[in-house]
């Protein structure tokens, strides 16, 4: 598939690693400029663009940046994508760095569909409770006894499917987690948030979560 990163960062740089070893056609972008990501380039042979490019033709964007920069991407960021594109949130609130956000500490909005809002596109929240490094380190082949799942969470059913094929071809299973509206259950410090488990131990995980914002992640 076509591919675009939007944020280059650990968990960008690292998808960009493991989409282009399985042979996806990637184009990474970041808020410096593709000036700035020759090394990572070389190292995958993906293509580095502005961020205006990065969505172009692409049937799968992965938007992840801290969340205070989701304002500041361009307008129309993710025009010129493929029909039915699958965008995917791996962002987090975390008020110490984001400062505070109205829409989320206020009006109660999950952090991805307050990150929808901006973008003017549906999205799935996936990655966001990853380990970085997990990407390179812990996927393993379907069936093994020790494969890591990842909780998916997202109300577009066909791109939900699209990011679940995706997440296993790069050697994780997936538990759906629900619509966006659901997405506190995988959100920082919840039970499921970083977790490394199966399938069994995910679901489990996501049951146990609460939807009151734990005072720690609010600012």
Known sequence: MKIGIIGAGNIGGNLTRRLTALGHDVSVANSRGPQTLTALAEETGATPVPVTEAARGAEVVVVTVPLKSVPDLPSGVLDGAADQVAVIDTGNYYPQRDGRIAGIEDDGLTESRWTERHLGHAVIKAFNGTY???????????GAADRIALPVAGDDETAKRTVRALIDELGFDTVDAGGIDDSWRQQPDSPVYGLRAGVEGVTEALAKARPERPEAFRA
Not at 132 to 142: E, N, V
Request: hydrophobic share 35%; aromatic share 0%.
């Open 132 to 142: 970085a490094q997990d990407i390179l380190d812990r996927h393993r082949p379907a």
